[in-house]
T-cell receptor
Framework: SQKIEQNSEALNIQEGKTATLTCNYTNYSPAYLQWYRQDPGRGPVFLLLIRENEKEKRKERLKVTFDTTLKQSLFHITASQPADSATYLCAPVDVEYGNKLVFGAGTILRVKS | DAGVIQSPRHEVTEMGQEVTLRCKPISGHNSLFWYRQTMMRGLELLIYFNNNVPIDDSGMPEDRFSAKMPNASFSTLKIQPSEPRDSAVYFC???????????FGPGTRLLVL
């Protein structure tokens, strides 16, 4: 069955440092992968989408990589700020499964000032 | 744009009662998704619709759960009879045609006593 694994423990980093979050998947052949941010008491918010033929995607301080050989995506936040503290969810999309999203459990990021 | 609208935001009910959750998707979006989120199981897809037609309800836990989408601007998720294990946050999301980026509502926090 499909499996998505994200950092199981919370990631605590110091303000200004780069945060790196990991998303590994098995039994999937995603055509693309999405990353979402979720704040407490709110719904997830879309951040970035990366296609299988793209190695890297950037948006402001965010960078996502996608390695279909390793079956892994990395999500980086550079120059992190306390406001970046949230839960980050990855969702690979396999078109064989009708473009529906299956979310990982998420990684809690805490940025301390 | 008002975003995805869900009601009620909070619902407290007693075991055995019927619960109806409501969702208004973003105008022009042709896909609608219902999710359930708990600490134990994370964010789970229950059912999704394309152009008001249910496409995949494999995530619906049992016959006590039903969902309808009578038109492009309204959907309901009904639980009858409700049980304490149904307590969770229920999210509705909508998506425009294409790569499936989803826009989530604020969620309905359900507590079944």
């Amino acid at each position: 069955s499909q499996k998505i694994e994200q950092n199981s423990e919370a990631l605590n980093i110091q303000e200004g440092k780069t945060a790196t979050l990991t998303c590994n998947y098995t039994n999937y052949s995603p055509a693309y992968l999405q990353w979402y941010r979720q704040d407490p008491g709110r719904g997830p918010v879309f951040l970035l989408l990366i296609r299988e033929n793209e190695k890297e995607k950037r948006k402001e301080r965010l960078k996502v990589t996608f390695d279909t050989t390793l079956k892994q995506s990395l999500f980086h936040i550079t120059a992190s700020q306390p406001a970046d503290s949230a839960t980050y969810l990855c969702a690979p999309v396999d078109v064989e499964y009708g473009n529906k999203l299956v979310f990982g459990a998420g990684t809690i990021l805490r940025v301390k000032s | 744009d008002a975003g995805v609208i869900q009601s009620p935001r909070h619902e407290v009910t007693e075991m055995g009662q019927e619960v109806t959750l409501r969702c208004k998707p973003i105008s022009g979006h042709n896909s609608l998704f219902w999710y359930r989120q708990t600490m134990m199981r994370g964010l789970e897809l229950l059912i999704y619709f394309n152009n008001n037609v249910p496409i995949d309800d494999s995530g619906m836990p049992e016959d006590r759960f039903s969902a309808k989408m009578p038109n492009a601007s309204f959907s309901t998720l009904k639980i009858q009879p409700s049980e304490p294990r149904d307590s969770a946050v229920y999210f509705c999301a909508s998506s425009p045609k294409g790569l499936g980026t989803q826009y989530f509502g604020p969620g309905t926090r359900l507590l079944v006593l």
